[in-house]
């Protein structure tokens, strides 16, 4: 059984960055989708970045594109985030899946593997 554990939130001013880590758990194989996705206070939970590491096709929500980058190193996730703003902070999860994924890898609905999650605040 895979297990995803999220590190690297924080609190930090606005235009500052953070780094997310996500370790994986246990064994895995083939192909796959992970993603950081991220839920406010009162909002849905919404996708920020997704990978395939099939062939590396990526996501990026429109909001984070420019900002945000995320990277895979053997079967480890990150999330670089750069010039953060106040509309960032949220809890954020680390995701996985081994279904058909690529086209759809954006929405939480896709991932059927979850971490804990890992606060970001970021102030004004």
């Known amino acids: 059984q895979v297990r995803l554990v999220e590190s690297g939130g924080g609190s930090v001013q606005a235009g500052g960055s953070l780094r997310l880590s996500c370790g994986v758990f246990?064994?895995?194989?083939?192909?796959?989708?992970m993603g950081w996705f991220r839920q406010a206070p009162g909002k849905e939970r919404e996708g920020v970045a997704a990978?395939?590491?099939?062939?590396?096709s990526t996501y990026y929500a429109d909001s984070v594109k420019g900002r945000f980058t995320i990277s895979e190193d053997n079967a480890n996730l990150y999330l670089q985030m750069n010039s953060l703003n106040v509309e960032d902070t949220a809890m954020y999860y680390c995701?996985?899946?081994?279904?058909?994924?690529?086209?759809?890898?954006?929405?939480?609905?896709?991932?059927?593997?979850w971490g804990q999650g890992t606060q970001v605040t970021v102030s004004s």
């Open positions: 246990g064994t895995i194989y083939g192909d796959y989708c």
């Open positions: 990978i395939y590491t099939g062939g590396g």
């Open positions: 995701a996985a899946t081994w279904r058909l994924c690529v086209r759809n890898m954006g929405l939480p609905g896709t991932y059927n593997i």
